[in-house]
């Protein structure tokens, strides 16, 4: 879907329709499965998948029309050096800048919005990325703004100063949690829901009886 949502704005706006979008499916997705086979055993029915996947598209022309704008970046590759010992580093789905030189941080998720009340938590990423933008090029962008397409949803946020202060401090302290843990080469397991996910489940101390 990024891959899909990326390449869209290869074509000229006009261009930019849900059909397009949607005829762009089949050789992305074998695109995927040739740099990683592993990829097509996750798949069992391709149509249903595809289906599903063309679903998504329908619902991200639902949020904002991508013939009315240009893309100014995307994937773009922000890092910088937080401290002498921190390198920070993403990549930003999109990042447009307006005619007026407002910046805008967008980053596609294809699940379903967060419940009410966690949409802070969701808006940590996108205030990581403001964050290395304002250091790197001193504009703080206008707007972040996530788009779920599971669900048809925005959680959009308005950063200020004080928000990228407030997830510089959190990054630096999960940073010396870190360091900390090298230097004792102590690693708890911290299990929770996500754990049902995790690559690392079946060599894990916290599942291991
Ligand atoms: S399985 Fe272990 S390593 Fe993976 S998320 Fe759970 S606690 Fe962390």
């Not at 999960?174 to 230097?183: F, N, Q, R």
């Not at 102590?186 to 996500?194: C, D, G, I, N, V």
Request: with cysteine; aromatic share 10%.
């Amino acid at each position: 879907m990024h891959t899909v949502l990326h390449d869209l704005f290869e074509h000229p706006a006009h261009e930019r329709t849900p059909q397009n979008a949607i005829d762009l499916l089949p050789t992305r997705w074998r695109a995927q499965v040739e740099a990683k086979p592993e990829l097509a055993s996750m798949v069992t029915n391709d149509k249903e998948w595809l289906d599903r996947a063309t679903s998504l598209v329908q619902t991200y022309f639902t949020l904002e029309q991508p013939t009315t704008f240009e893309a100014t970046h995307r994937e773009m590759h922000l890092e910088n050096d937080f401290r002498e010992d921190i390198y920070l580093h993403g990549y930003v789905d999109r990042l447009d800048v307006a005619p007026s030189g407002e910046v805008r941080i967008i980053d596609y998720k294809t699940g379903k919005s967060p419940k009410p009340g966690w949409e802070d938590k969701a808006l940590f990423q996108l205030r990581v990325y403001a964050l290395l933008y304002w250091k790197n090029s001193g504009v703080l962008p206008r707007l972040l703004q996530l788009m779920y397409l599971g669900d048809g949803k925005l959680v959009r946020s308005n950063p200020t100063l004080a928000d990228l202060e407030s997830a510089k401090k959190s990054l630096l302290r999960t940073a010396d949690d870190i360091l900390a843990s090298l230097d004792k080469d102590y690693w708890p397991p911290k299990p929770s829901k996500l754990c049902d996910w995790c690559y690392f489940k079946r060599i894990c101390p916290a599942h291991i009886s």
